[in-house]
């Protein structure tokens, strides 16, 4: 299957375009078909990762038109949205999902898809594993039935997330009929403070923009903090795109990106590694090329975020305090902000930081890599879990905990009273075993904190795995870069 994939998704591209151009218009006009009469373009798709929940109906629906899979060998299932991640689990052990796992498992084995399952060692969440396995690589175009499947930016792919008629439309036809986006460009200028970490970035860049800044658009992130930060925090940058609104975001790949990918199981190697490296390094945007909309980020001014209400725009730094919708200029954001702050419990005025928390969470797609595990485990080492909290880690795959483990991560979660899961979704949604009580407040690195996300009535915060951790330990939110523990 290696050689397949790298086949089909390291060429380069059959045409250039003379007029200067993005580092997306470079990777979509690789993989344009052609232009269809409704002014969408289809375009190839080199990698097609299935998840359980919006792969059972594709499948059929490809059955009811007598169709198969064109492509099975660029195609791979994964079982992560509702797999409990109790230790030792097994497909049965979540009842309410014991169906469409199954349904998986059979379908998958119908077409001759791969499946990593709960009992696969590549199992994971289906944006941590893409990348940790080398199924997304710089360049390339990945879609999956899931709106984050924009992660795979941060490799300086394409991640487009579909629904599940378009699942069914990739499965028959290894294409994809869509708008072509927009190009919009987000500069991060500045140094970033010790204690602020992508997660923030992204938090912040939200907050100031608003959820529809991206509509339409594919969000390049650029400016010297993002090329200094790792591969795996520009995956969680490039996660959080769709919060922002865009349809997806990508940071141009780099010489990190290149030996991130090395070694990687499906990624190419030896000769043809150096030639796809040669092209992933030409991938960048023209000096003369134009964007529908650019903003500039100052890093230096950005302290560690954390959301006050029920959507990720709702957001400040850990030294505010929640706003008053009055404050707010337009009266939609005005009569938001206020629903929110009801379903939240909260009053204006009140102090992020010393706000009591019932559960914290570390894992999700955005931060269950294992960078993620190690900067929690570093504020709560030699610590403990406050009473009053249930503290979990969830890893993002099997691969990242075996990786923790190796090290004796999960060895300093449990010593602190840390939950040490298995790998998948977790808490980031409520499909699953794990849940928040109603009217309980979590903090959690996941992307969402919508009304119900973590169950009936549950009250979500989002902050980075920094400060979960030290909110965990101290039993509120405080700011981890002053009060790692009480």
Same mark, same amino acid.
């Given at each position: 299957?290696?050689?397949?994939?790298?086949?089909?998704?390291?060429?380069?591209?059959?045409?250039?375009?003379?007029?200067?151009?993005?580092?997306?218009?470079?990777?979509?006009?690789?993989?344009?078909?052609?232009?269809?009469?409704?002014?969408?373009?289809?375009?190839?798709?080199?990698?097609?990762?299935?998840?359980?929940?919006?792969?059972?109906?594709?499948?059929?629906?490809?059955?009811?038109?007598?169709?198969?899979?064109?492509?099975?060998?660029?195609?791979?299932?994964?079982?992560?949205?509702?797999?409990?991640?109790?230790?030792?689990?097994?497909?049965?052990?979540?009842?309410?999902?014991?169906?469409?796992?199954?349904?998986?498992?059979?379908?998958?084995?119908?077409?001759?898809?791969?499946?990593?399952?709960?009992?696969?060692?590549?199992?994971?969440?289906?944006?941590?594993?893409?990348?940790?396995?080398?199924?997304?690589?710089?360049?390339?175009?990945?879609?999956?039935?899931?709106?984050?499947?924009?992660?795979?930016?941060?490799?300086?792919?394409?991640?487009?997330?579909?629904?599940?008629?378009?699942?069914?439309?990739?499965?028959?036809? !290894?294409?994809?009929?869509?708008?072509?986006?927009?190009?919009?460009?987000?500069?991060?200028?500045?140094?970033?403070?010790?204690? &602020?970490?992508?997660?923030?970035?992204?938090?912040?860049?939200?907050?100031?923009?608003?959820?529809?800044?991206?509509?339409?658009?594919?969000?390049?992130?650029?400016?010297?903090?993002?090329?200094?930060?790792?591969?795996?925090?520009?995956?969680?940058?490039?996660?959080?795109?769709?919060?922002?609104?865009?349809?997806?975001?990508?940071?141009?790949?780099?010489?990190?990106?290149?030996?991130?990918?090395?070694?990687?199981?499906?990624?190419?190697?030896?000769?043809?590694?150096?030639?796809?490296?040669?092209?992933?390094?030409?991938?960048?945007?023209?000096?003369?090329?134009?964007?529908?909309?650019?903003?500039?980020?100052?890093?230096?001014?950005?302290?560690?975020?954390?959301?006050?209400?029920?959507?990720?725009?709702?957001?400040?730094?850990?030294?505010?305090?929640?706003?008053?919708?009055?404050?707010?200029?337009?009266?939609?954001?005005?009569?938001?902000?206020?629903?929110?702050?009801?379903?939240?419990?909260?009053?204006?005025?009140?102090?992020?930081?010393?706000?009591?928390?019932?559960?914290?969470?570390?894992?999700?797609?955005?931060?269950?890599?294992?960078?993620?595990?190690?900067?929690?485990?570093?504020?709560?080492?030699?610590?403990?879990?406050?009473?009053? &909290?249930?503290?979990? &880690?969830?890893?993002?795959?099997?691969?990242?905990?075996?990786?923790?483990?190796?090290?004796?991560?999960?060895?300093?979660?449990?010593?602190?009273?840390?939950?040490?899961?298995?790998?998948?979704?977790?808490?980031?949604?409520?499909?699953?075993?794990?849940?928040?009580?109603?009217?309980?407040?979590?903090?959690?690195?996941?992307?969402?904190?919508?009304?119900?996300? !973590?169950?009936?009535?549950?009250?979500?915060?989002?902050?980075?795995?920094?400060? &979960?951790?030290?909110?965990?330990?101290?039993?509120?939110?405080?700011?981890?870069?002053?009060?790692?523990?009480?």
């Amino acid at each position: 299957m290696a050689t397949a994939f790298a086949a089909m998704a390291d060429r380069p591209p059959a045409a250039t375009t003379a007029a200067p151009s993005t580092v997306f218009d470079k990777i979509w006009d690789a993989h344009l078909v052609k232009r269809l009469d409704d002014g969408r373009d289809l375009v190839f798709v080199d990698r097609h990762v299935l998840q359980e929940t919006t792969s059972a109906q594709a499948f059929d629906g490809l059955a009811r038109a007598g169709r198969a899979v064109r492509h099975a060998e660029l195609t791979v299932a994964t079982q992560d949205h509702i797999v409990s991640t109790a230790p030792g689990r097994d497909e049965a052990t979540n009842p309410a999902g014991r169906e469409l796992l199954g349904l998986m498992r059979t379908n998958a084995r119908a077409h001759g898809i791969p499946l990593f399952g709960v009992d696969d060692r590549r199992q994971g969440i289906v944006h941590v594993i893409g990348p940790e396995l080398g199924l997304a690589l710089p360049g390339s175009l990945l879609a999956c039935g899931d709106s984050h499947t924009s992660t795979v930016g941060g490799l300086g792919a394409l991640g487009i997330g579909v629904g599940t008629s378009e699942v069914e439309h990739v499965l028959a036809t !290894q294409t994809l009929a869509m708008t072509r986006p927009r190009n919009m460009r987000v500069t991060f200028e500045g140094a970033v403070e010790p204690g &602020v970490t992508a997660k923030d970035l992204i938090l912040h860049t939200i907050g100031a923009l608003g959820t529809a800044a991206g509509q339409g658009s594919a969000v390049e992130y650029a400016g010297a903090a993002i090329r200094r930060l790792p591969v795996e925090a520009r995956l969680t940058l490039c996660n959080m795109s769709i919060e922002l609104g865009a349809r997806l975001g990508l940071v141009a790949p780099d010489e990190a990106t290149v030996a991130y990918v090395r070694n990687r199981e499906f990624a190419p190697t030896g000769s043809a590694l150096a030639e796809a490296a040669r092209y992933w390094l030409g991938l960048r945007t023209d000096a003369d090329a134009m964007f529908g909309q650019e903003f500039t980020i100052d890093c230096s001014r950005i302290a560690p975020q954390v959301t006050w209400g029920t959507s990720p725009q709702d957001v400040a730094g850990i030294d505010a305090a929640v706003p008053d919708p009055a404050s707010f200029a337009d009266a939609k954001r005005r009569e938001l902000a206020a629903a929110a702050l009801r379903y939240m419990g909260l009053e204006p005025g009140t102090r992020l930081a010393g706000l009591p928390i019932d559960v914290a969470f570390i894992g999700s797609c955005t931060n269950g890599r294992l960078s993620d595990l190690e900067a929690a485990a570093a504020v709560i080492q030699g610590r403990r879990v406050a009473p009053t &909290v249930r503290a979990l &880690v969830v890893p993002g795959s099997t691969a990242v905990k075996r990786a923790a483990e190796a090290i004796g991560l999960d060895r300093v979660f449990r010593a602190a009273g840390f939950e040490w899961r298995d790998a998948g979704c977790s808490l980031c949604v409520s499909v699953n075993e794990d849940t928040v009580p109603p009217g309980a407040r979590c903090l959690a690195t996941s992307n969402r904190n919508f009304e119900n996300r !973590q169950g009936p009535r549950s009250r979500t915060h989002l902050a980075s795995p920094a400060m &979960v951790a030290a909110a965990a330990i101290a039993g509120r939110i405080v700011d981890v870069r002053r009060e790692p523990a009480p």
